[in-house]
C-alpha cells in the first residue's frame, strides 16, 4: 500500500472519529437551550396540546443520548430534520445556501494562495529592505481587521468611490443561469455563457478578497519565517557558490521546505474562513449561508444549528485531508517512505 | 524584562505598537475624561444632532439618535479590554493545564485530552462561538464565556508541543530521579519553559480577542445595545453606506488600531524571546 493511500485512510479515520465528537458536542449544546423550542416553534397562540405534540414528534421528551441516538438514526439516511424556521428539511436548506458560501470560500482561499505565497517569497529574498517593510506592514494590517471591516472599506472605496466593481450579490439580474452544481462559476461554464461567467466572477472579487486579506497576511507571514530560517542552511550556501541567480535560489530552494508549515496553515485559515464567510456575506448580501445560520441560531432552531455547524466542520475537515494528502505529496520522506510514520 | 523592553522601543515598528497600544488602553481607562459626552455610552437620544458628518465637537460623526461616535468609541474599548483580559485570564490556565498534563502524562490520557482538544479545533472558531451564542442570552458575560470555549484549545496544543519536546530534557529526567513529584515537574520545571510561548501567543491574541468578540457582536450575537461596542457600531452603520460612512469607517478603524498595536508589538516579542512556534 503507498503511504499516501495510507495516510489517506487513517486522516478519514480520525476524521470521523472527530466529526462524530463535534455532533456529540454541538448536539449537546443545542440541547441545553433555555426555553422550549417547540413552544418557539408554534408561537405563542399554539395550544398546549400542539406544543405537546410536536415535542412527541421531535423526541424532546427523551434523555439527551436517547434523543442523540434518533439524530444518529436519522442522519445515517441523510436527514437532518426539518427547520423550523423554513419549515423544510435542512439538508435541502444547506444544499441550497452552502454552495455560495463555498464558492466565496474556495475563491478565497484560491487567492489566499496565490497572493500570499509569492508575497512571503518577496519578502524574504529582500529582507530587511524596503520591498519586505512594505509587505510586512500590508500582512500585518490585512491580519490586523476582521474581515467585515475589510469588505466595508473595500465595498467604499472599489464600488462606491471608484465604481469599478458590483455592490452586492452574486450575479447581475439579466442572467438567468440554471442551477448545476450551485456553484455560479461552474454553472455559467455549464451554460456556455461567458459574459454570465465574467460577470459572476466580477461580483465575487471584492468579497473574496475581503475574506482572504487575513489569510493572505498569515501565509506571507508564514512563509517569510520559515525562509529566512532556511536560508541559513549550507545547501542555501552551496547553491550561491555554483552561482545561481538569488531569485532561483528564493523559489526553488529555500522556498520548498517552507511550503509545508504555510501549507498546514492554509488549511487552518479555510476553517476561519467558513466562519468569517458569515461577516463577509452580511455586508455584501451575498446569498450564502450566512443568514440562514445567524437566523436560525437567533431562533433556536435546533435541527438547523446541528446541520448547520456540522455540514461546516465536515467540509473543514475535507479540507484539511487534502492539505494533508498535499503534504504528504510533496514531502519525499512522506512520498517515498516504506513505512507510514 | 528591562532588556526586552529596550528592544521593543528600539524598532520603529515595535514602537508604533507600543504607542498604539498605549493610546487604546488610556482611552479606555480615562475614557470619562478624554470622551466629549460621556453621557454618550447609554441609551440617550439626541434627534436635534443626529447622523452628522464629522464636525466640531463631534470629531467623528454622531450616530443616527444623535450620539457621538468618538466618545461610545472610547468606551467601546474599555468594554474590548476588558473582555480580552477576562477570557485570557480563564483560557490560558485551562489550556496550558490541558497541554501540560497530555504532553507529560502520555498514554490514554494524553489521547483523550487531544482528541477533545482536536474537536473543538475542527469548528471553525466563529462558528462555535455563534453556536454557543445561540443558546445563550446575548450578553457581557456569556460573550466571553463563547470566546473562551473556543479559546484555550489552541494553549492546549502549544504547551502539549512544548512539553512533549521538553518531557525528554535532562533536567526533567533529573528532576524524576532525585524523586520529584508529576505535579512539581510539570508546573515548576517544564511550566517556566513554555512561558516565553504563552507570553508572546497572549500579546498576540489579545488583538485577535478583540477582533473575534467584535466579529459576534456585528452578527448580533456579543454585547447588545445600549452598551457601546465595535463590531455592532459598525453593523449598524452598514445599512447606511455610503452616504453616512462615519457610522462605519470609524469604528472599523478603531479595531483595526487596537489590532494592529497588539500584534506589532506580538510580533517582536516573538523575534525576541526568539518563541517561534
Known amino acids: ?341 | 524584562m528591562k532588556r526586552t523592553l529596550a528592544i521593543l522601543l528600539a524598532n520603529p515598528l515595535s514602537l508604533l505598537g507600543v504607542v498604539l497600544v498605549a493610546l487604546v488602553v488610556l482611552s479606555a481607562i480615562f475614557a470619562d475624561v478624554i470622551a466629549p459626552f460621556p453621557e454618550h455610552r447609554g441609551a440617550v437620544v439626541d434627534f436635534a444632532n443626529f447622523n452628522k458628518p464629522p464636525q466640531w465637537p463631534y470629531i467623528m460623526g454622531t450616530d443616527l439618535v444623535g450620539r457621538d461616535i468618538f466618545s461610545r468609541i472610547l468606551y467601546a474599548y474599555r468594554i474590548s479590554l476588558v473582555l480580552g483580559v477576562v477570557v485570557l485570564a480563564i483560557a490560558v490556565p485551562i489550556g496550558v493545564a490541558i497541554g501540560l498534563v497530555a504532553g507529560y502524562v502520555g498514554g490514554w490520557t494524553e489521547y483523550a485530552l487531544m482528541r477533545i482538544t482536536d474537536i473543538f479545533l475542527s469548528i471553525p472558531p466563529l462558528v462555535l462561538a455563534m453556536s454557543i451564542m445561540g443558546v445563550l442570552e446575548p450578553t457581557l458575560t456569556n460573550g466571553m464565556l463563547a470566546v473562551t470555549a473556543m479559546w484555550w484549545p489552541w494553549y492546549a496544543r502549544l504547551v502539549y508541543n512544548i512539553t512533549r519536546a521538553e518531557r525528554e530534557e535532562g533536567y526533567v529526567l533529573a528532576a524524576e530521579v532525585i524523586g520529584a513529584s508529576p505535579t512539581h515537574v510539570m508546573f515548576r520545571e517544564i511550566l517556566p519553559n513554555c512561558v516565553p510561548a504563552i507570553v508572546t501567543k497572549m500579546t498576540l491574541d489579545l488583538g485577535f480577542v478583540i477582533l473575534i468578540a467584535s466579529s459576534l457582536s456585528f452578527l448580533g450575537l456579543g454585547v447588545q445595545p445600549p452598551t457601546p461596542d465595535l463590531g455592532s457600531m459598525v453593523a449598524d452603520g452598514a445599512k447606511y453606506l455610503p452616504d453616512s460612512w462615519w457610522l462605519t469607517v470609524f469604528p472599523g478603524l478603531a479595531i483595526l488600531v487596537a489590532v494592529f498595536g497588539f500584534n506589532l508589538i506580538g510580533d517582536a516579542l516573538r523575534d525576541i524571546l526568539g518563541a517561534d512556534q
Request: aromatic share 10%.
Open chain 1, 1 to 341: 500500500m503507498s503511504p499516501i493511500v495510507r495516510i489517506l485512510a487513517k486522516r478519514l479515520g480520525t476524521s470521523l472519529l472527530v466529526l462524530a465528537g463535534v455532533s456529540m458536542l454541538i448536539f449537546a449544546i443545542a440541547r441545553i437551550i433555555p426555553g422550549d423550542p417547540a413552544r418557539i416553534a408554534l408561537g405563542p397562540n399554539a395550544t398546549a396540546e400542539q406544543v405537546a405534540n410536536l415535542r412527541a414528534a421531535l423526541h424532546l421528551d427523551e434523555s439527551i443520548p436517547v434523543q442523540y441516538g434518533y439524530f444518529l438514526k436519522d442522519l445515517s439516511q441523510g436527514d437532518l430534520g426539518v427547520s423550523l424556521y423554513t419549515n423544510r428539511p435542512v439538508t435541502q436548506d444547506i444544499a441550497q445556501f452552502l454552495p455560495a458560501t463555498l464558492e466565496l470560500v474556495l475563491v478565497a482561499g484560491l487567492l489566499m494562495v496565490v497572493a500570499g505565497l509569492p508575497l512571503g517569497i518577496l519578502s524574504a529574498r529582500f529582507r530587511g529592505g524596503v520591498t519586505d517593510n512594505i509587505i510586512r506592514m500590508i500582512s500585518l494590517l490585512g491580519v490586523s481587521a476582521p474581515s467585515f471591516v475589510w469588505a466595508v472599506i473595500l465595498m467604499l472605496i472599489f464600488a462606491f468611490y471608484l465604481p469599478l466593481f458590483p455592490i452586492a450579490g452574486r450575479i447581475s439580474d439579466v442572467y438567468a443561469i440554471a442551477p448545476v452544481t450551485g456553484f455560479l462559476l461552474v454553472d455559467t461554464l455549464i451554460a456556455g455563457n461567458f459574459a454570465a461567467f465574467a460577470d459572476a466572477s466580477w461580483h465575487i472579487m471584492l468579497p473574496a478578497v475581503a475574506l482572504a486579506l487575513s489569510g493572505i497576511g498569515q501565509a506571507a507571514r508564514l512563509t517569510r519565517a520559515n525562509m529566512i530560517e532556511t536560508y541559513d542552511r549550507p545547501y542555501i550556501e552551496m547553491a550561491r557558490s555554483y552561482g545561481f541567480s538569488e531569485r532561483r535560489i528564493a523559489n526553488r530552494y529555500a522556498f520548498k521546505p517552507s511550503l509545508i508549515p504555510s501549507l498546514t496553515i492554509i488549511g487552518l485559515d479555510f476553517a476561519a474562513m467558513l466562519g468569517n464567510a458569515f461577516l463577509v456575506e452580511a455586508i455584501f448580501a451575498w446569498p450564502g449561508l450566512s443568514r440562514y445560520g445567524v437566523a436560525v441560531i437567533l431562533r433556536k432552531d435546533l435541527n438547523a444549528i446541528v446541520g448547520t455547524v456540522l455540514v461546516i466542520s465536515a467540509t473543514f475537515l475535507i479540507a484539511n485531508i487534502i492539505v494533508d494528502l498535499l503534504i504528504a505529496f510533496i514531502n519525499p520522506r512522506i512520498r517515498l517512505s516504506r513505512r507510514a510514520s
